[in-house]
């Protein structure tokens, strides 16, 4: 079986070309994913950047510890502790002791990632003057890079300041240097320093001072006090890279097992009268399996060695891509390992065996007598739809369902989540696709109804011709399916998504401006005192923090929480309460969301507030969980160590709107904070899906898009090169070659329509869950399709199956329609 199996693949080759491109492609994808997923493991060790050639650097208290029954439980603080005062005084008697500040600066012409800290702190990079000299006024900067030189005046979100001085860039940040006394001004709150003394000094120091919680830093250390330490950046931005790889890299090989199934699927359709001939000839239903399986395993093995090679190649270009695109670290490239071509190998092969499957399967059944058959119209739906093939696609549809309604009774939040709302069209692509066969007479009859009712016999030959040929209809409108059904059913959810998001907050704001600051400072007091002052307004000013609580005794989670007073709060806001009243928030209690595991009102839990105190507050109201952004919200007092970042005014009834937004606009100027509308506040803070999940997502789309192509372009080759016959007859049947043309096009257009339809079909039903999701988490919102993805989407593929059509048959045509036919002159 095996030289017979070579000589096939020898003499159609054409019938495997397809199969072997979409195999190489998905095996290069996952042989890159694991290249950079192994790379990202191995990630270099990296010293200190800020504080190089600092001595010693004493941090206050940044994490939380809670001991519990299996172990400390380990949380990064929302607002870390400042060293306490007494411990600064006993470092100063070792040393000199220099604060150390960071904060956000936007300049105008400069970088958008500018940080601003005190000039005394740039000899521990180290930094040296390149031109100029050192700030020595409250107006004067230093600047790192070359985007401003000495003596131009810079307009900054800070105010407008002069540059005296440049230093030459390290890499790792774009700094603005001012003098000590503004910077402190600038960024009152300091939560770490460096002393210039002996370390073991300094830890005796801290252990017998108050200091309970604050770290003593040296050597590589040091590297915790960076401003955005590679545990928190380079692992934030590594989780992205691989979860968009992993992500392209599964529905690769989803869309892989389809190209497969479906061509070979086609290709054992084609090769009846062959396999027929073969049993009559005396060969077995076992042989004729091991054959198409010896076909699928010289196919899979040659792919996948391919794809490796394509691996290889491909994946130093993607990492230089991703770091040029600020999708990974500065450091990240691939490095030299193994396992991820064993990967990607024997994954190819398994893919390419799997699909063979079934279609050796049908192989096998096929009878002798099947060799006299002349007809190449399928003669029902039982000969495509098998019982396995009906049970397969039943099972995966029940499945389907039975998840979905298990989790919209159980967690609807869940169907929010990017990693279900990726998955969760698998299973019911593929139970549409196993089915096709069964709706494609159906749904071709019905689609190609008005055409064929249109004067002369074209639209009636299209109708029939694709309804007769179902195994060919299903086995092209199968990767159309998947790629209307991926395209609508991501970026649907993702729109929806953010669509709800943005009418959630809307819904949840009654104020009439909403106030943000131009940096990460937050408001002063002296802003909030000339916000209060203006004529006709209320005055919410709110603070970002958080709350952590123990669960089941065992899992300390963090919770996003927001500080207001209860007044102002309930005058700028309409919290969506199940439970409770807002109004009853005090320093003693907490709102909280449906998504905590007690939330009943009146009951007590044991918190830690966003420095670190534990606290026991009450649970004043219950909010309901909504897309996942509630959080909860606490007064003030509940949140040490939080500055004021957001403002929201409401006018009263007689209050002029114009005249009350010059004033909140003068009001904040000094700052540089930004006075918005309600609507303007919403539209600039959910925005539309973030730059990495839209990559990732048009890499999805890509590789789908791809594989469709190849699969269309194959199939419709080898069913075009298969009707030739059927061609010539219509051509002696007085046929022109443009009418027999035209009639190839609009069933390849008919076929197109039928996968998209099944596609939008899926579509529906994916969005329609997250709908429901979203109806039982409280928020009200429509369905957001991307009508403009799907007509992209199946655009091309209409394209292509018309030029994988059209193409062939007119090559063939240039013949006699006798000689085509294998008749005699």
């Given at each position: ?49 800020r504080f190089a050639a600092a001595p010693v650097v004493v941090r206050g208290a940044d994490t939380l510890r809670v001991d519990t029954s299996t172990g400390v ?753």
């Amino acid at each position: 079986m095996l030289s017979v199996a070579l000589r096939t693949l020898r003499t159609r080759w054409t019938t495997f070309t397809g199969s072997f491109v979409a195999l190489a492609l998905g095996v290069a994808l996952t042989a890159v994913m694991g290249l950079a997923l192994a790379s990202s493991l191995d990630a270099p060790g990296r010293g200190p950047e800020r504080f190089a050639a600092a001595p010693v650097v004493v941090r206050g208290a940044d994490t939380l510890r809670v001991d519990t029954s299996t172990g400390v439980q380990v949380r990064k603080l929302a607002h870390p502790r400042a060293v306490p005062v007494g411990t600064v005084a006993k470092l100063r008697r070792l040393g000199a002791v220099v604060a150390d500040r960071t904060f956000a600066v936007r300049a105008r012409g400069g970088p958008d990632d500018l940080v601003g800290h005190p000039w005394s702190t740039a000899a521990f990079a180290p930094y040296r003057i390149d031109a100029g000299h050192p700030p020595r006024a409250a107006d004067e900067v230093v600047v790192s890079g070359d985007w401003a030189g000495p003596g131009k005046r810079v307009r900054t979100d800070r105010g407008t300041v002069r540059v005296v001085g440049t230093v030459a860039g390290r890499g790792f940040e774009n700094a603005v240097f001012y003098t000590d006394a503004r910077a402190a001004r600038l960024s009152p709150h300091s939560v770490q320093l460096v002393v210039d003394a002996d370390p073991a000094a300094v830890r005796e120091a801290v252990r017998g001072s108050d200091g309970d919680g604050v770290r003593v830093l040296t050597g590589q250390g040091r590297r915790q006090a960076d401003p955005d330490p590679d545990r928190d950046r380079d692992r934030e931005t590594l989780a992205a890279m691989n979860a968009m790889f992993g992500t392209a890299g599964g529905v690769a090989a989803f869309v892989s097992v389809f190209v497969v199934a479906s061509t070979f699927a086609f290709a054992v359709a084609q090769r009846r009268r062959e396999f027929g001939l073969l049993r009559v000839a005396g060969a077995t239903p076992g042989q004729i399996r091991r054959m198409v399986f010896a076909e699928a395993l010289v196919v899979g093995a040659l792919a996948s060695a391919t794809g490796c090679l394509l691996g290889a190649y491909g994946a130093p270009r993607l990492a230089d891509r991703v770091v040029d695109g600020g999708l990974a670290p500065r450091w990240f490239t691939i490095g030299d390992h193994i396992w991820p071509y064993h990967l990607a190998f024997w994954t190819g092969l398994f893919v390419a065996l799997c699909g063979a499957a079934a279609a050796s399967w049908q192989a096998g059944r096929t009878r002798p007598t099947q060799a006299l058959r002349e007809a190449s119209a399928d003669s029902g739906t039982g000969r495509t739809m098998t019982w396995g093939r009906w049970l397969s696609g039943l099972a995966l549809l029940l499945t389907a369902a039975a998840t979905l309604c298990l989790s919209l009774l159980t967690d609807p939040g869940d169907l929010l989540h990017r990693k279900t709302y990726v998955s969760r069209p698998m299973p019911l692509i593929s139970a549409v696709a196993l089915l096709a066969p069964a709706a494609v007479r159906p749904l071709t009859r019905l689609i190609a109804w008005l055409p064929a009712r249109l004067p002369g016999a074209g639209g009636m030959l299209v109708r029939e011709n694709a309804a007769a040929g179902v195994r060919r209809t299903a086995a092209i409108a199968a990767p159309v399916l998947v790629t209307v059904a991926l395209a609508g059913s991501l970026l649907g959810a993702t729109a929806t998504l953010n669509r709800a998001r943005a009418t959630e907050a809307r819904q949840q704001t009654a104020a009439d401006f909403v106030i943000t600051p131009a940096g990460d400072a937050g408001f002063d007091t002296a802003t909030l005192r000339g916000l209060r002052e203006v004529p006709g307004v209320e005055v919410s000013a709110t603070s970002t923090s958080a709350v952590y609580v123990l669960e089941d005794g065992v899992s300390l989670v963090k919770s996003e929480a927001r500080a207001a007073d209860p007044g102002p709060l309930a005058a700028t806001s309409r919290l969506p309460i199940e439970a409770g009243t807002a109004s009853d928030l005090d320093d003693g209690s907490i709102i909280v969301n449906g998504e905590w595991q007690r939330h009943t009102v009146g009951e007590r839990v044991r918190v830690w507030l966003g420095d670190g105190t534990e606290r026991s507050l009450r649970i004043a109201a219950v909010m309901a969980t909504g897309t996942g952004d509630n959080g909860v919200y606490v007064t003030p007092r509940n949140a040490p160590g939080a500055t004021v970042d957001r403002v929201d005014i409401a006018l009263a009834h007689s209050a002029d709107a114009d005249a009350a937004a010059t004033g909140l606009r003068a009001a904040v100027r000094p700052t540089g904070g930004h006075v918005f509308t309600k609507d303007q506040w919403v539209k600039a803070s959910y925005p539309e899906t973030n730059r990495t999940t839209r990559l990732g997502f048009l890499l999805v789309l890509g590789i789908a898009l791809l594989y469709t192509g190849i699969s269309v372009a194959n199939t419709m080759v080898m069913a075009t090169s298969d009707r030739v016959r059927d061609l010539a007859v219509l051509r002696l049947a007085g046929a022109t070659t443009w009418q027999v043309l035209r009639l190839v096009a609009a069933e390849a257009l008919t076929v197109v329509a039928v996968g998209a339809v099944l596609g939008l079909l899926v579509t529906g039903l994916n969005l329609a869950g997250m709908w429901s999701a979203l109806a039982l988490l409280s928020v009200r919102t429509t369905v957001d399709v991307p009508w403009a993805a799907i007509g992209v989407a199946v655009a091309a593929c209409a394209v292509l199956a018309v030029v994988s059509s059209v193409a062939p048959a007119a090559f063939a045509l240039r013949r006699r329609a006798v000689a085509l036919a294998g008749l005699r002159e």
